[in-house]
T-cell receptor, first 113, second 115 residues
Framework: EAAVTQSPRNKVAVTGGKVTLSCNQT?????MYWYRQDTGHGLRLIHYSYGAGSTEKGDIPDGYKASRPSQENFSLILELATPSQTSVYFC????????????FGPGTRLLVL | GDSVTQTEGQVTVSESKSLIINCTYS????????LFWYVRYPGEGLQLLLKVITAGQKGSSRGFEATYNKEATSFHLQKASVQESDSAVYYC????????????FGIGTRVLVRP
């Protein structure tokens, strides 16, 4: 059984629309992360969280918000989607005492038209 | 900031041949970083292949090996004899040796193993 799941797996959105990407983890990890991956780039960190109620900006947070309502769930929100946000998004969970190892979901492919 | 540079693009190799994917890093934090190789098989998320947190040590998993070379700031991934099932995208990554749990990734190397 997958420990980190993402929904939806594929999404087509219109420019200016709101998009919410969801992530659920059953690892009971405190830390969760949202990355995007584009051709020619490694995974880049958008937002992360140290626990329920906490969100922190990563390296490329502009245009994104995050929400961590519980230990298990971490959402990424695009209030006004733009074509430049077309990408593959990965969620991950991790524990500080695990030498920074992170456990990833399968990814969400987002296309903004 | 921290950065990771790895073999770009796609590497095509025949089954049973050897494979090497180059990875070099630059870390600005005090102390030596933790180093990782992640792999992404088709249709799946990234999964940890191996990690090494001590300079000079070697990590191994599923026939792959990588040695933490702090002098050369390298962490090359090698396998002596690849199989078709090794076709995947491989990512080198580092995290600073301090509290924070943040990873910096290379761009990924796609490996295609031909039967």
């Amino acid at each position: 059984e997958a420990a980190v799941t993402q929904s939806p797996r594929n999404k087509v959105a219109v420019t200016g629309g709101k998009v919410t990407l969801s992530c659920n983890q059953t690892n009971n990890h405190n830390n969760m992360y949202w990355y995007r991956q584009d051709t020619g780039h490694g995974l880049r960190l958008i937002h992360y969280s140290y626990g329920a109620g906490s969100t922190e900006k990563g390296d490329i947070p502009d245009g994104y918000k995050a929400s961590r309502p519980s230990q298990e769930n971490f959402s990424l929100i695009l209030e006004l989607a733009t074509p430049s946000q077309t990408s593959v998004y990965f969620c991950a969970s991790g524990e500080l005492g695990d030498q920074d190892t992170q456990y990833f979901g399968p990814g969400t492919r987002l296309l903004v038209l | 900031g921290d950065s990771v540079t790895q073999t770009e693009g796609q590497v095509t190799v025949s089954e049973s041949k050897s494979l090497i994917i180059n990875c070099t890093y630059s870390a600005t934090s005090i102390g030596y970083p933790n180093l990782f190789w992640y792999v992404r098989y088709p249709g799946e998320g990234l999964q940890l292949l191996l990690k090494v947190i001590t300079a000079g040590q070697k990590g191994s998993s599923r026939g792959f090996e990588a040695t933490y070379n702090k002098e050369a700031t390298s962490f090359h991934l090698q396998k002596a004899s690849v199989q078709e099932s090794d076709s995947a995208v491989y990512y080198c990554a580092l995290s600073p040796n301090s509290a924070g749990n943040k990873l910096t990734f290379g761009i990924g190397t796609r490996v295609l193993v031909r039967p």
